[in-house]
T-cell receptor
Framework: GNSVTQMEGPVTLSEEAFLTINCTYT??????LFWYVQYPGEGLQLLLK?????DKGSNKGFEATYRKETTSFHLEKGSVQVSDSAVYFCALSRTQGGSEKLVFGKGTKLTVNP | DAGITQSPRHKVTETGTPVTLRCHQTENHRYMYWYRQDPGHGLRLIHYSYGVKDTDKGEVSDGYSVSRSKTEDFLLTLESATSSQTSVYFC??????????????FGAGTRLSVL
């Protein structure tokens, strides 16, 4: 079946540190891949996406590359800020009943300290 | 921000009572979804709708029903609430058939406690 595995948190970093959150997936076919972010007390919002192999999604200094050979979509940021503290979810799209749905990982909580 | 309103935002109820959560959108998007978020599980799809009166089950649909009589409203009903349904519930919307081209926009969530 289709599934997403992301590194367990929580992750605690100091400001300006480098961030990597690992995400691997299992899927039939060629899903689209997503990173969503959830700030405290809010709903999820799309951070970035990639729709085919070797695509790189980027937004707000975050990047992730769709690696088909390793079935991975790791999230990276070169220098994190306190405002990046949030829960990050990796997700893939899958088809059910003719419509596409999202399958989410369990989330990784990031805390950035000043 | 996408025009999605969830109500109520917080609710405490007793085991065995029916509960209805409402999701209202002003975007005229075709697709609407209900998820639940629990620690250690991420988000799991309960039900979704692909048009007025067109709904289908997600991966954790037992104990839940939905209705969509208008494009803008998607209701989630817990027929007889149980403590295992204590969770944060999120509504989401999207406007297309292909997730590769479209994204889901999420509401702010409803925190439900079943005592």
């Amino acid at each position: 079946g289709n599934s997403v595995t992301q590194m367990e948190g929580p992750v605690t970093l100091s400001e300006e540190a480098f961030l990597t959150i690992n995400c691997t997936y299992t899927a039939t076919g060629y899903p689209s891949l997503f990173w969503y972010v959830q700030y405290p007390g809010e709903g999820l919002q799309l951070l970035l996406k990639a729709t085919k192999a070797d695509d790189k999604g980027s937004n707000k200094g975050f990047e992730a590359t769709y690696r088909k050979e390793t079935t991975s979509f790791h999230l990276e940021k070169g220098s994190v800020q306190v405002s990046d503290s949030a829960v990050y979810f990796c997700a893939l799209s899958r088809t059910q009943g003719g419509s596409e749905k999202l399958v989410f990982g369990k989330g990784t909580k990031l805390t950035v300290n000043p | 921000d996408a025009g999605i309103t969830q109500s109520p935002r917080h609710k405490v109820t007793e085991t065995g009572t029916p509960v209805t959560l409402r999701c209202h959108q002003t975007e005229n998007h075709r697709y609407m979804y209900w998820y639940r978020q629990d620690p250690g599980h991420g988000l799991r799809l309960i039900h979704y709708s692909y048009g007025v009166k067109d709904t289908d089950k997600g991966e954790v649909s037992d104990g839940y029903s939905v209705s969509r009589s208008k494009t803008e409203d998607f209701l989630l009903t817990l027929e007889s609430a149980t403590s295992s349904q204590t969770s944060v519930y999120f509504c989401a919307i999207s406007d297309g058939d292909t997730m590769a081209k479209n994204i889901q926009y999420f509401g702010a969530g409803t925190r439900l406690s079943v005592l």
